[in-house]
């Protein structure tokens, strides 16, 4: 008897353990499947937290440009000021420090940027530098509209057989999903503006500090005011 149970006991063991391993990848493949419905429900959801518009962005450089012809700083206290005016406390976070910029390379370009704005949907940015720079767009999970205040921004995507020129007062609209190179010729600033999965992009922004340059004071300055900026956001309700 004694050895008929310690048989029974041994084959349940045996039974258990090779259920086991099913069980768990069961368990895997429906968490998967939570995972991957929550991420589509979400994404067609994101709309419902934007603040900004890209038509109306595309006005406000404009007018930026014709308020402060080559006046570079004059054009970005213009967009500031009238963010602040538009857009009340209480429904966005705009970043009125204008002297705080940080150096950005990704995508093998160089420049300098300040944040206006920075939330889990949506980031408004200047960025350029009055040297010229060259690189990769990067693949993003949000679309970019970049709006040419000085200088001129060139682009190009595999088959074109001429650049794409945008000039003050353009905007040169990516997609997200796509991927163009791109040059900023000479000298150009531009107000960015990007709609979408915003932590997303993070890596490709902090990717050539970590393992090229390796400015860690600039990578820790970004951190920062980027947290910060969303996190303050988050605070009022803004995703």
């Not at 010229?132 to 595999?158: M, S």
Request: proline share 5%.
């Amino acid at each position: 008897m004694a050895v008929n149970k310690k048989a029974n006991g041994s084959q349940g063991t045996s039974n258990e353990s090779k259920t086991s391993p099913l069980a768990t990848w069961g368990t895997r493949l429906a968490l998967l499947l939570i995972f991957i419905t929550t991420c589509g429900w979400l994404d067609n959801i994101k709309s419902r937290w934007y603040v900004f518009d890209p038509t109306s962005l595309h006005e406000l450089a404009k007018d930026a440009i014709a308020a402060s012809p080559d006046d570079t700083a004059g054009m970005i206290s213009h967009i500031v000021s009238n963010l602040t005016a538009t857009y009340p406390s209480t429904q966005i976070r705009i970043n009125t420090n204008s002297d705080e910029w940080v150096f950005n390379n990704a995508g093998g370009a160089m420049g300098a940027m300040y944040i206006i704005h920075a939330s889990i949907t949506e980031y408004l940015i200047i960025f350029g530098t009055p040297l010229g720079t060259e690189g990769h767009t990067g693949l993003h999970t949000a679309d970019d509209y970049f709006h040419i205040l000085v200088g001129e921004q060139w682009a190009f995507r595999p088959g074109a057989l001429e650049m794409e020129r945008y000039t003050p007062g353009m905007q040169h609209f990516l997609p997200r999903f796509t991927a163009k190179q791109y040059k900023m010729h000479k000298g150009c600033f531009a107000l960015e503006y990007a709609r979408g999965w915003i932590p997303l992009m993070l890596p490709f922004g902090y990717a050539d500090g970590l393992t090229s340059t390796l400015d860690i004071p600039t990578l820790y300055k970004t951190a920062v005011v980027t947290g910060r900026e969303m996190l303050g956001n988050l605070l009022i309700a803004k995703i």
